[in-house]
């Protein structure tokens, strides 16, 4: 077990796109365990590669706390490797999103209903998963995350200057959480 520290808002690997992983290593899969017990240690909904500094196409999800409360609906912890998403559909629906990157920091994102993803789950078997709701919203924002886009990005630009302030909090380390940070240097 290990908890990562995660990186937060102006660190370059978050605006990089990731690799593809080729095959199922002992590391790799360390790494999804660590990916889980980080997450899970900051509360949070999912947490993607890039967040912990690696530049590998992986992130974990675990939306049951939240998706029962909303929809009834549970899933369980998820992992996708090399995820992409092949189809998109429905009406364009805005829901509140935060990031771990982005600690204490929460704005309304548009984004479609359902999606259609491809992937790898954790034994490396390829899944064909077509998602609604809150599980496709939490999908399509950790897959952002392996295209180097932040929810902050769909921010209008009188958004962005509301949040500015905060966003240079986080960037200059004064922003407290509950979890491990990348420190700033």
């Known amino acids: ?18 690799i593809e992983v080729k095959e199922l290593t002992t590391e790799v899969k360390q790494f999804i365990e660590d990916l889980y017990d980080t997450m899970y240690n900051a509360d949070g909904v999912g947490i993607a590669a890039p967040q912990v500094g690696s ?26 490797i090399n995820p992409k998403i092949v189809k998109k559909w429905g009406e364009e629906k805005p829901y509140r999103e935060g990031c771990l990157s982005l600690p204490d920091l929460f704005e309304d994102v548009k984004r479609l209903a359902s999606i259609e993803v491809h992937y790898l789950n954790e034994n490396f078997e390829e899944i064909v998963l077509e998602a609604d709701g809150f599980l496709s919203r939490v999908i399509q924002h950790e897959i952002d995350h392996l295209e180097g886009i932040l929810f902050i ?13 905060k966003l240079k909090k986080i ?8 979890y491990p940070l990348v420190e700033k240097g």
């Open 171 to 178: 960037q200059t380390g004064e922003q407290e959480t509950a």
């Open 55 to 80: 530049s590998h196409r992986i992130f974990v999800i675990d939306p049951d706390e939240i998706s029962e409360d909303l929809e009834g609906k549970v899933y369980g912890p998820m992992t996708f």
């Open 153 to 165: 990005d769909y921010l209008s630009r009188f958004k962005k200057r509301i949040v500015a302030k």
């Open 1 to 18: 077990m290990s908890i990562l520290p995660i990186v937060t808002y102006n660190d370059q690997v978050l605006r990089e796109k990731t």
